[in-house]
């Protein structure tokens, strides 16, 4: 399988996707607290892109919980932000979460003519490889959120994670790099997330336990997909 990567959401051209299976990370921490939702038991997460946009997704579906992020901290009206702590079972059990965060949710957004997608993080790279791999496509993307249209480190060890993951890749030197940032961390992952300039924001706004439960690779036990009929839901998977 050909596998390029993608260094940041804004540089995802939607036409560039159609097709293809698509892995969107966002290691801290929107795809990571995607899968705490889902393992937790919520039924769906739906991704949008703005808050306004969210409030109204919510009203059209009573018992959704509302969540995610500006600047890190709770929107004031949300039910929960975007820490994976908040999205426990007595939370999202049953529920659908409509989930807006500033970066996670635009690569999404970004790969709206995927064939399929799959959000992943350090916490199911594993997953997210062997998904991968059912895709049976000759070739697929992975796109890195990013911060602010900024690379991110956290992502590109996510991304590294999941390559090095699939036998026989054929890696651009994109992903080469993330496979070469991640095999040099991977035994330090939690002190390679707080010294990235996203944990260390994360740190001073009282989330440090946050950065400890997206460092837990392969921890994961579900992996947040879209497929092509329905673009608006992700929904769990698991390895079969
Ligand atoms: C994002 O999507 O920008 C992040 O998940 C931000 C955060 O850490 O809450």
């Given at each position: 399988m050909r596998l390029k990567g993608v260094a940041?959401?804004?540089?995802?051209?939607p036409s560039a996707a159609r097709g293809l299976p698509v892995v969107a990370i966002d290691t801290l921490r929107a795809a990571t607290t995607a899968a705490a939702a889902l393992a937790a038991g919520a039924l769906a997460v739906r991704p949008v892109a703005g808050v306004d946009e969210a409030f109204a997704l919510r009203d059209r579906l009573p018992g959704a919980v509302l969540g995610g992020e500006r600047g890190m901290r709770p929107v004031p009206g949300?039910?929960?932000?975007?820490?994976?702590?908040?999205?426990?079972r007595r939370l999202v059990r049953g529920r659908e979460v409509v989930l807006t965060t500033t970066n996670g949710t635009l690569a999404l957004a970004r790969a709206r003519s995927a064939k399929s997608v799959a959000f992943a993080a350090l916490t199911t790279a594993p997953l997210a490889a062997q998904w991968l791999l059912d895709q049976d496509a000759q070739e697929a993307l992975i796109v890195m959120s990013g911060t602010d249209g900024q690379f991110s480190y956290e992502d590109a060890l996510t991304a590294g994670a999941i390559a090095a993951l699939v036998p026989d890749a054929d890696l651009d030197d994109l992903l080469l790099t993330a496979c070469a940032a991640f095999q040099a961390r991977r035994r330090g992952l939690e002190g390679a997330l707080r010294m990235t300039p996203h944990g260390v924001r994360l740190i001073e706004a009282g989330f440090e336990a946050d950065i400890a439960i997206a460092a837990r690779?392969?921890?994961?036990r579900v992996l947040p997909v879209r497929d092509?009929?329905?673009?608006t839901r992700l929904t769990p998977w698991r390895r079969s």
């Open positions: 940041i959401a804004q540089s995802l051209f949300f039910d929960a932000g975007n820490s994976p702590r908040e999205y426990g690779l392969g921890r994961g092509g009929r329905d673009k």
